[in-house]
Nanobody, 118 residues
C-alpha cells in the first residue's frame, strides 16, 4: 500500500498556472496507476488525469486536455499536475489517488484546494 500527500494548491487568477505535487511513499509496483481527481462544491468527484507509474502513459479529461499535464518522477517518487490557463471552473479540491491499473483507486491523499478567481 502506498501513502499520498498532496501540496501546491492555492488561489490564482484566471489564466495563471499552478503545479500540484503528490509525494508517494510505500511500495510501488509496475502496474500502479496514479491519478488526479477533483471535487467542486456541490458536485461529484471527477476524473482529471492519470498516468501509469511504469510507462508514463497518460490520459486526460476533455475539460483539461491541452491545459493540464500529468507527469511522474520515479526516482523522487513524485507525481505532478501542471495546470496552465486556469479557469474559474477549475476551482475544486484536488486529490491524488493510486491503485492497480485495472481496478478503482484504493488510496487517496488528503486533498489540496485550488481556487481560480475571475
Amino acid at each position: 500500500q502506498v501513502q499520498l500527500v498532496e501540496s501546491g494548491g492555492g488561489l490564482v487568477q484566471a489564466g495563471e498556472s499552478l503545479r500540484l505535487s503528490c509525494a508517494v511513499s510505500g511500495r510501488t509496483f509496475s502496474s500502479l496507476r496514479m491519478g488526479w481527481l477533483r471535487q467542486a462544491p456541490g458536485k461529484e468527484r471527477e476524473f482529471v488525469a492519470n498516468i501509469r507509474w511504469s510507462s508514463g502513459l497518460a490520459s486526460y479529461a476533455d475539460s483539461v486536455k491541452g491545459r493540464f499535464t500529468i507527469s511522474r518522477d520515479n526516482a523522487k517518487n513524485m507525481v505532478y499536475l501542471q495546470m496552465n490557463r486556469l479557469k474559474p471552473e477549475d476551482t475544486a479540491v484536488y486529490y491524488c489517488a493510486a491503485g492497480p491499473a485495472t481496478s478503482p483507486y484504493n488510496t487517496w491523499g488528503q486533498g489540496t484546494q485550488v481556487t481560480v478567481s475571475s
